[in-house]
């Protein structure tokens, strides 16, 4: 677990909200074909939501993904991002030990 990443992803008000809507995907992203519970959603569905940039988006995308709070598969054409529950829970708990 790299903390420096991990604060560092954390440290943009986007990116949290991107990883608040991954956490429950049903009700922020109800327009999605495919199960976002199960696979995941598509950078394009964030980013309609965000109202950024597409590169923007994939690039908060990557810092998470970097930082391992998201997880990502292919699924064709696309790349879906789900939230990494075990990473967040182990960086949760050891912040809560430190601090």
Not at 59 to 82: D, F, M, N
Request: hydrophobic fraction near 45%.
């Amino acid at each position: 677990m790299n903390e420096k990443l991990i604060f560092k992803a954390l440290a943009n008000e986007t990116r949290r909200q991107i990883l608040a809507w991954l956490k429950d995907p049903k009700q922020h992203f109800p327009t999605a074909l495919s199960d976002v519970v199960l696979e995941g959603v598509c950078c394009g569905l964030i980013q309609q939501k965000a109202g950024l940039a597409q590169s923007t988006v994939c690039h908060y995308l990557g810092l998470l993904e970097q930082a391992g709070l998201v997880i990502t598969t292919r699924s064709g054409q696309w790349t879906l991002y789900k939230r990494n529950e075990v990473q967040i829970a182990q960086f949760v708990s050891k912040l809560a030990v430190s601090l």
